[in-house]
Nanobody
Framework: QLKFVESGGGLVQPGGSLQLSCAAL????????IGWFRRAPGKDPEGVSC????????YYADSVQGRFTISKDSAKSTWYLQMSDLNPEDTGNYYC??????????????????WGQGTQVIVSA
């Protein structure tokens, strides 16, 4: 059973930055796709960013391209989402996820991955 430990959410002002972390328990990051989804209030879940076994195999949603960076540390079984230039539209619950498939397919199909419990991000002045 996949288990995740997420951290790093919180309240930040517009234009600010946050880093989310997700530690995986019980599986290696060498295989499969890992990433982040978010669910904003009243909206469907959105795949934010995912990364595959190759460090250069990444996906970013158009809404975060150029502002968010995904990375992983396979030795620590941990991956990160560095979020910069945050705006109120980035507010929501962020879930780390792991699945199998192509990076794009996992990141655009919420049902293809297992999710953590989520961490809340609030962007507000």
């Amino acid at each position: 059973q996949l288990k995740f430990v997420e951290s790093g959410g919180g309240l930040v002002q517009p234009g600010g930055s946050l880093q989310l972390s997700c530690a995986a328990l019980g599986f290696r990051l060498d295989f499969g796709v890992i990433g982040w989804f978010r669910r904003a209030p009243g909206k469907d879940p959105e795949g934010v960013s995912c990364i595959g076994s190759r460090p250069d195999d990444k996906y970013y949603a158009d809404s975060v391209q150029g502002r968010f960076t995904i990375s992983k540390d396979s030795a620590k079984s941990t991956w990160y989402l560095q979020m910069s230039d945050l705006n109120p539209e980035d507010t929501g619950n962020y879930y780390c996820a792991a699945g199998a498939g192509t990076v794009r397919s996992v990141c655009t199909t919420p049902g293809m991955s297992s999710w953590g419990q989520g961490t809340q991000v609030i962007v507000s002045a």
